[in-house]
């Protein structure tokens, strides 16, 4: 028997850092709020708390929807500081330390998807690792990285792929313009040899 679980309770400003793109969705005005970022599961959900932080956990079939946002993998382990009173049976949602998706993640946002093992988003030092044969590619098939390591920096415009000599890091751009050189329009090259001269 499954387990539905519903969990409006991770911000969207988390799942946004996935991209390190605008948290305004296509069409979204500023002041329309964003809507609720909602997690489900077909197995178990966990949410342990300790007087310092809250650690959440979804396993089987996860699915996470939120602002202009999907997220699906095996495994979603969130944590985050605690705030509020600490004697409560389980604590308020602070700040968020990290988040770590595993197991045939793809996250898509807009017309951009990564595909991955694992996902590790770090809001604190706005840092997101993609790992375990990642790849990022635009919905339309124009572009595509790829590499043993991918890492994102939000607010930077910056993508770090780590590659090796075993697995190089690889971009797919779209074609370059002709440029018009046509191997049947070439000139001929002038002879460079001095053997045809006398003097």
């Not at 911000?11 to 979204?28: E, N, R, Y």
């Not at 939120?66 to 409560?88: E, M, Q």
Request: hydrophobic fraction near 35%; charged fraction near 20%.
């Amino acid at each position: 028997m499954s387990h539905f679980c519903r969990r409006p309770v991770f911000g969207p400003i988390v799942f946004a850092t996935l991209w390190c793109i605008s948290l305004t969705a296509h069409g979204q005005t500023v002041n329309t709020p964003p809507p609720p970022t909602v997690i489900k599961c077909a197995g178990l959900s966990e949410l342990i708390s300790t007087d310092t932080e809250t650690t959440a956990t979804f396993s089987d079939s996860v699915v996470v929807t939120g602002n202009n946002l999907s997220l699906h993998c095996d495994f979603l382990k969130v944590v985050a500081t605690r705030k509020g009173d600490p004697a409560a049976t389980l604590g308020q949602y602070g700040n968020f330390k990290s988040l770590v998706a595993t197991g045939n993640v793809r996250i898509v946002q807009g017309d951009r998807e990564a595909s991955c093992g694992r996902a590790e988003v770090f809001p604190g030092e706005d840092r997101i690792v993609l790992s375990e044969n990642p790849i990022v590619r635009s919905l339309d098939g124009d572009y595509s990285a790829t590499g043993p390591q991918l890492v994102l920096y939000r607010g930077q415009r910056r993508a770090v792929i780590e590659g090796t000599a075993e697995a190089p890091a690889r971009i797919t751009l779209p074609p370059i313009k002709d440029l018009g050189f046509d191997d049947e329009t070439k000139a001929p090259r002038a002879s460079t040899s001095s053997s045809g001269n006398s003097q």
